[in-house]
């Protein structure tokens, strides 16, 4: 046993047969016994991948605790109570709660709806022990050494070498390689090939074990699909150690990235850890220097400091990225982590998977060709029949019945495909008589070529006549020849005819007719290069091109002059043409995402000229845009590490193209790609659903799985966000709404900073000018409620028009609070601050004596200053760059905001008229001159955003240039400026880009 156990995985994977079930100690006929089993299991485990604990619930909490601004809030909060600000102290732990507390739920969400998406069904093997039948068992309790039976229609349960085969095996691999094109299994290892497409990860260094093709040609792959043949294999590894299993280590071994916003939410809290410190200092020294105890000094400074500290910043950011994860659930989009959802805003790369999320990862009849005859003066006819929908996407047509899957082309004119012509008929017919692919209630079972062509015929209402057809004689295809031949006898009539698919080029020497519109000598003027020209289009157009022949009939073999017993000379029927398809909503998401100003990079182990059809088909390539590179260029273009400059996409490089093809790529390439853009500072966003795709999507800034039922579990784990529906039209409403949700933040942001900077200037400057106290506690906590409550947090849910979602992403070192932000803060903060002093003072110089009751009439205007000041300047803040009331920004649009900003103005006048609320506010009623007074004050805040918005001053610090820049003139560009008021004023929704503008972020 210990011999076993030291046996390295990958050794027995390159031996033959014979040598694999010696090293493995098992007779490859009788199978192991069950005591053997037992000790193996104890040894090696169950054959499963190792599950991660679920995270508990108190670990999800202090998850969120180590963030740095829920750190200083947690701070602030002690000292607050050290300190004796009781009320200080809840409110900001009511606010670490509630930030907790939301994402520890949406957390819990996601995960429940993911746990949804796993398979019910435990996936079983069948498996020789002790000498017995082949019986049925849980793939998990599969040990190395087992003998297994695999046979068409079943996923492999274990890694598995092969030791006897009955017909061609041939495994669909896509999930673990990446390559749509199914691999054909053989018993022994070819010779001189080096390609190289499975990744393994050497657990002593970490680094990548390559496994070339002639090594993965005898194994069976756990978790691949075996499309046909039936073969028995010895088990050669379980679990973790399988190919499967080491990916998937691989991907847990990456941790996951911290996005954008949480970034910026860092580099923030640091900030306003320094802005503290410095408050405290200030007045620290100041009060010293008046000769102030220093405990009080101390009190006064930390007070004003944990005042400056927006303690509903976090509950804001919290609630609108979960806002936005439930609006992204209702469009079949689970997000697992909050901040994924705003990543996906400032992504400016998304590397896209081809197969399964370009494509339908389905592979069907795209065209059909066959001679149409010959029409007026003898010219030869072209008939083609091509789908114009797939089979679950069909196209609507005006009575809002579905349409036609195909259409029939005679000579390029488009005909009623009502009636299916004899030729197409007769090319269907004979496909489906030479093939061993079956369609049932459950599914398809066999190669994907011979099921697409059944489906074909399905979909037009062509009899599979197979029932009445016994075959005879066989040769199955096979890849050396590339051709399959099937003899068969009519039960009815007793005629036997052989039927042959394959490549063209194979057939061709055989050929010696066609019988598509009618019987014809293939050595006629130009058929032979007309078929041939019919091949090479469409080739080029990246289909794989099957002809199908049947030998000559018995009546035709004196027009061929052969014998009539003779099966060797072929009659060409027609041209399938086969592709995986693009999906429909493809298309419409690369032009959207192209708007947006995403770059796009699709990768695919496919070929060059597959790939490049696919790009052009979705809008990835043109004929004016788009470069596309091979794995062998990928790998110069790493060891010069000049990935993202051959792109076009380096730093300091500007423009370039906005769609890159990569194909013949490996799962390493993928995971190297983002690691170069993320370099570079690209925001990168990756898309998969395969176990090769796992390590690039746990790297990536955001991880996008495909979860609609073709996804793997390694996917779903890797990823940040899983699609339900598989539609990438999902990703553009996700980077829609991570732009807004940014903006929105951006948006609250500026309202909590200028606001919170007033009042700590406000309390402050009254305490340097020796001024009493203009607020009391009860009206300093009120406008702690408005600044951080409904208000406030209505921000986040403001609807964004597409001048905002069409910008280009940001970049994603860029500070939340910009140059242009931080003027802005402080210009508000400047004018709410001396406003609101300005009315103090004025009150305190028209009474006499600072009593208490004196005082409550400057204290109740201060507060009604202050108050309508937050609720102008939150009006102001609900766009960066359009003005409030425009066709951008309807007045009436945000519901919440309009409820939240009514129901504090009437809380305010019952603070100021109720007499119980009088008492405890220590407010006293004012006259209606006195609010008017006030209502002209308060304003000049929203006047002086409109100024802003404007550009009268000429600050340049509009997000969306409103004209080109010229020199300014004092009185011309002011006159300017206000006769642009009303184009601006209506702009339209779809604004925000002026002709010969561009929008800056």
């Known amino acids: 046993m210990k011999e076993l156990r030291a046996t390295d995985t990958r050794v027995v994977k390159q031996s033959g047969g014979s040598v694999s079930t010696e090293l493995l100690h098992v007779d490859g006929s009788v199978g192991l016994s069950t005591e053997e089993v037992r000790r193996r299991r104890e040894m090696f485990g169950w054959n499963e991948l190792e599950q991660d604990e679920i995270e508990p619930w108190w670990r999800k909490i202090i998850s969120q605790l180590k963030e740095p601004l829920i750190l200083l809030l947690f701070l602030s909060a002690i000292i607050s109570t050290c300190i ?52 049925s068992i849980l793939a998990r309790e599969l040990v190395p050494g087992d003998i297994v039976i695999v046979a068409a229609g079943f996923r492999v349960p274990a890694d598995c070498r092969l030791l006897e085969k009955n017909g061609e095996v041939i495994v669909d691999e896509s999930s673990l390689s990446g390559e749509s094109e199914p691999v054909t299994k053989r018993l022994q290892h070819r010779q001189g090939t080096g390609d190289t497409s499975i990744i393994s990860i050497d657990s002593s260094n970490g680094m990548p074990i390559l496994l070339s093709t002639s090594e993965c040609d005898t194994i069976l792959f756990m978790g691949t699909f075996v499309k046909t043949g039936r073969c028995r294999a010895v088990v050669v590894a379980t679990g973790g150690k399988s190919e499967f299993g080491l990916t998937a280590c691989d991907m847990k071994q990456v941790g996951p990235q911290r996005s954008p916003l949480q970034q910026g939410m860092d580099e923030l809290g640091q900030k306003l850890s320094a802005i503290s410190i410095g408050v405290i200092l200030v007045i620290g020294a100041a009060g010293l220097w008046r000769g102030e105890r220093l405990l009080d000094v101390f009190t006064i400074g930390v007070s004003l400091a944990v005042a400056a500290i927006p303690e509903g910043l976090p509950i804001c950011v919290a609630v609108t990225l979960a806002l936005g994860v439930m609006r992204m659930a209702r469009r079949n989009a689970v997000v697992k982590r909050l901040p994924a959802v705003e990543a996906l805003g400032c992504t400016d790369v998304v590397c896209l998977d081809k197969t399964g999320t370009l494509t339908e990862n389905e592979m069907t009849v795209s065209e059909i060709w066959c001679t149409g005859g010959r029409g007026r ?34 000579d390029g004119a488009t005909l009623s495909a009502e009636v299916v012509p004899a030729g197409v008929a007769a090319v269907l017919d004979a496909a489906a008589c030479c093939c061993d692919a079956t369609l049932g209630t459950d599914g398809a079972v066999g190669l994907p070529t011979e ?7 399905l979909d037009l209402g062509i009899e599979d006549r197979r029932p009445r057809l016994e075959r005879i004689a066989e040769q199955p295809f096979d890849s050396d020849r590339k051709r399959m031949d099937v003899t068969v006898r009519n039960i009815d009539d007793g005629s036997i005819v052989t039927y042959v698919k394959g490549a063209y080029e194979v057939l061709r020497p055989h050929l010696v007719g066609t019988a598509g519109g009618e019987l014809e000598d293939f050595n006629a003027q130009g058929l032979e290069s007309s078929v041939t020209n019919a091949v090479k289009e469409l080739a080029n157009r990246g289909l794989r091109v099957v002809a199908v022949a049947r030998s000559v009939l018995p009546s035709e073999s004196a027009i061929f002059q052969i014998p009539p017993q003779d099966r060797h000379h072929l009659v060409l ?25 995403v770059r796009v990079v699709m990768l695919t182990g496919d070929g060059r000229d597959t790939a490049r059809a696919v790009a052009k088909d979705v809008g990835i390539l043109s004929n004016l845009d788009g470069i596309d590179a091979s794995g062998a260029e990928l790998d110069a273009w790493f060891r010069a590490d000049r990935v993202a400059e051959k792109m076009g996409w380096g730093q300091g490089q500007h423009g370039g193209p906005s769609g890159v093809v990569l194909y013949r790529v490996s799962p390493r390439h993928k995971l190297e790609v983002v690691k170069a853009l993320q370099r570079a500072g690209s925001v990168v966003a990756m898309t998969g659903d395969g176990v090769n795709d796992a390590p690039a999507l746990r790297h990536a800034d955001v991880g996008v799985a495909m979860g609609g039922g073709r996804g793997t579990d390694v996917a779903t784990e890797a990823a940040d966000c899983v699609l339900t529906d598989d539609d990438i039209m999902s990703i553009v409403s996700a980077v829609d709404e991570g732009k807004a949700i940014f903006h929105n933040i951006r948006n609250f942001i500026t309202f909590q900073l200028s606001t919170s900077l007033a009042a700590l200037g406000l ?33 986040g849910v403001e609807p964004v028009d597409l001048a905002v979602t069409r910008c280009p992403p940001r970049n994603r070192n860029e500070s939340i609070v910009t140059p242009r932000i931080f003027v802005r803060v402080v210009t508000s903060a400047i004018l709410i601050c001396s406003g609101t002093l300005a009315v103090f003072a004025s009150e305190l110089k028209a009474i006499e004596h600072h009593d208490e009751m004196s005082m409550r009439r400057a204290s109740t205007m201060t507060f009604t200053t202050f108050v309508l000041f937050d609720m102008f300047n939150a009006l102001a803040c609900r766009s960066d760059s359009a003005l409030v009331g425009s066709r951008r920004v309807p007045f009436f649009a945000n519901k919440p905001f309009c409820i939240a900003v009514g129901a504090s103005l009437l809380g305010q006048l019952a603070v100021i008229y109720w007499s119980p609320l009088q008492a405890v506010f220590q407010t006293e009623p004012l006259a209606f001159r006195d609010l008017c007074k006030i209502l002209v004050i308060t304003s000049s805040v929203l006047f002086l955003d409109i100024a802003r918005k404007l550009d009268i001053f000429g600050l340049r610090f ?15 560009a002011a006159k300017s400026r206000l006769r642009r008021l009303a184009t601006i004023w209506c702009r339209c929704p779809g604004g925000g880009k002026v002709p010969g503008k561009e929008n800056v972020v």
Do not use: C
């Not at 099921?451 to 015929?457: H, I, K, Y």
């Not at 029927?573 to 100003?597: E, H, N, V, Y």
């Open 84 to 135: 004796g600000q009781y009320d200080d102290a809840i409110s900001i732990t009511l606010a670490v709660l509630i930030v907790t507390g939301v994402a520890l739920v949406q957390e819990m969400r996601s995960e429940e709806s993911l746990k949804a998406l796993a398979s019910l069904v435990p996936p079983k093997g069948t498996v020789i022990r002790d000498g017995g039948a082949p019986h």
């Open 958 to 972: 509009s997000t969306f240039p409103l004209s080109p820049r010229t020199p300014h003139t004092t009185k011309g």
């Open 573 to 597: 029927l027609g041209l399938a043409a086969l592709s995986d398809p693009a999906r429909p909503t493809a298309q419409r998401a690369i032009t959207a995402l192209k708007l947006r100003g």
């Open 377 to 410: 003066n003898e010219r030869r006819r072209d008939l083609r029949l091509r789908r114009v929908a797939t089979r679950n996407h069909l196209n609507d047509n005006n009575n809002g019945q579905p349409s036609a899957i195909y259409a029939v082309i005679l």
């Open 763 to 795: 309390v402050a400057l009254a305490h340097l000018l020796a001024l009493p106290s203009p607020l009391n506690a009860m009206q300093v906590l009120w406008i702690n409620i408005i600044m951080d409550g409904p208000p406030a947090q209505s921000l």
């Open 451 to 457: 099921v697409a062509l059944l489906r074909a015929g």
